[in-house]
């Protein structure tokens, strides 16, 4: 990634709604969600909807594909890791001990319900 992709990333999920609508895709995936459903969940007009959903999908952060008359919309997982990777890339100058506290303060993407 470079800066221009990552300040597309970033202008893309620079707003209330789009923010909501990723994170909204993130807790469902892997089966995504329809366009409607997420215009409802998050109280949007689906007109409006629509078009941040196209701002997200152009700067690649989701993707969509047509089910009979439903576009359902999925979070493009590759695109999320390759933004957290740019943005650590350069964390520890070499130093591995600087960035540690950094991987170990993250929580657990799916936390062990088994207990």
């Known amino acids: ?29 892997p089966e995504g ?10 109280d949007v007009p689906h007109n409006t909807m629509s078009a941040h959903l196209s701002v997200l999908s152009r700067a690649g952060l989701v993707h969509s594909t047509r089910h009979s008359r439903s576009i359902i919309y999925r979070v493009n997982l ?18 591995p001990s600087v960035c540690g506290p950094l991987t170990t303060a993250l929580p657990p993407c799916c936390p062990d319900t088994s207990e």
């Open 78 to 95: 590759d695109a999320m890791q390759e933004t957290l990777r740019f943005l650590v890339e350069d964390c520890c100058g070499g130093h």
């Open 1 to 29: 990634m470079d800066n221009t992709n990552a300040i597309a990333t970033f202008s893309a999920l620079a707003q209330d709604t789009r923010l909501d609508a990723f994170r909204l895709l993130v807790r469902h995936e």
């Open 33 to 42: 969600l329809p366009a409607g459903e997420i215009a409802r969940e998050l």
